[in-house]
């Protein structure tokens, strides 16, 4: 099949580029070095590619991608790196014929992961980011209480997301080494082999984590362009124009096919106005006319992925395989 012949919007993964890029992050961070975030692609297809290429633990923030991976073959050390408290979701886990470690952050979280028989846990530190994670000097109390509920404490994690996207890569070091900073003297008290940390900005700049957590690096979005790592876009939405009108062009890609949070996405040759529901309206350098292509580049990755039912590998202007984004949901 051509990409002329796919219906839109449909998105689309340059497979050359998802191979350097593939390749670019298992040569800076060989093994178990990199433990993929499959949030950010959420199919088990890019995972096996992942693991191909030496990575065999993964990281994930829904129990829906780690019931995925389990099921698909690749839960040789699956990260949860999310807090869940629902008894039965965590059941789930446990019965998974897989490696299974969980976050935790609290006495809830930790008596909850016991009783439903998990095993593992690392305890999730606030580095920074206001999200989940316990203060640095909690962290010893909260290892001592899961070693009580006879849990092993594999280590720490600590996600400086507040600093991986900034374009400054002097402000970006400075930021991601205050975080470990704080990781380390958690670590200091709990003690375990395991420091997981990182993000695609800071996978070449964080020295102190045991591994590093990086997602959106296989195929990339404009925010990520913005810090000029030696990786590529991949991923594009690919959209049919579908009005023309003497100053601007609408085509078929809009806010319910693209993940709109880091802004509206990039649309080479042409400067992109807004979306709305099912529209991108933009005014291009060259005219185009109805039934012409265009190539979207999505701002976040994450959720542009997330609203998609599949991924169409390209070559030049060839579909040469078709991924189901079957981690989806939760
Ligand atoms: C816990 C955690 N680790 C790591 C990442 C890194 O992902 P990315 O490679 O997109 O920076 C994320 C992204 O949101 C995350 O939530």
Redesign the pocket.
């Known amino acids: 099949m051509n990409l002329a012949e796919l219906q839109t919007p449909a998105l689309v993964v340059d497979a050359e580029r998802l191979e350097a890029n593939l390749l670019a992050m298992s040569t800076a961070l060989p093994g178990a070095r990199l433990r993929p ?1 499959v ?2 692609h959420k199919c088990t297809a890019l995972a096996r590619r992942q693991a191909e290429k030496g990575h065999r633990s993964f ?1 994930c ?1 829904t129990v829906r991608e780690m019931v995925g991976l389990a099921e698909a073959g690749l839960g040789e050390d699956l990260l949860l ?2 807090e869940v408290v629902d008894p039965a979701r965590l059941r789930a886990l446990a019965e998974l014929d897989a490696r299974v470690t969980v ?1 935790v952050d609290s006495e809830e979280t930790i008596v909850a992961a016991a009783r439903a028989g998990l095993r593992e846990v690392l305890v999730d530190v606030n580095v920074g980011l206001p ?1 989940c994670g316990c203060m640095p000097d909690d962290a010893p109390r909260l290892a001592d209480r899961a070693r009580k509920e006879g849990l092993e404490v594999r280590g720490v ?1 600590g ?1 400086e ?1 507040h600093v ?2 900034n374009p400054d890569r002097a402000a970006r070091e400075k930021g991601c080494e205050e975080s470990m900073t704080k990781l380390l003297e958690a670590h200091a008290g709990v003690g375990g082999d395991v420091i ?8 070449d700049c964080n020295r102190w984590a045991t591994e ?6 296989a195929l990339m979005d404009t925010a ?1 362009d913005k810090l000029e790592l030696p990786l590529q876009q991949a991923l594009s939405l690919w959209c049919t124009v579908i009005s023309v009108a003497e100053k601007f062009t609408v085509a078929d890609g809009g806010l319910k096919s693209l993940g709109m949070d880091h802004g509206d996405p990039t649309l080479p040759g042409a400067r992109v106005w807004f979306c709305s529901d099912e529209h991108v309206t933009f005014a291009p350098e060259e005219p185009l006319r109805v039934g012409d292509h265009v190539r979207l580049i999505p701002a976040h ?2 959720p542009t992925v997330a609203y998609h039912e599949k991924l169409h590998l390209v070559s030049g202007e060839r579909v040469v395989d078709v991924w189901d984004v079957d981690l989806r949901g939760w």
């Open positions: 975030h949030k950010a990281t923030a790196a999310n976050a999200r994690m996600y997301g991986v996207g997981s940390a990182g993000g695609t900005g800071t996978y590093i957590q990086a997602g959106s690096y990520y990755v994450d």
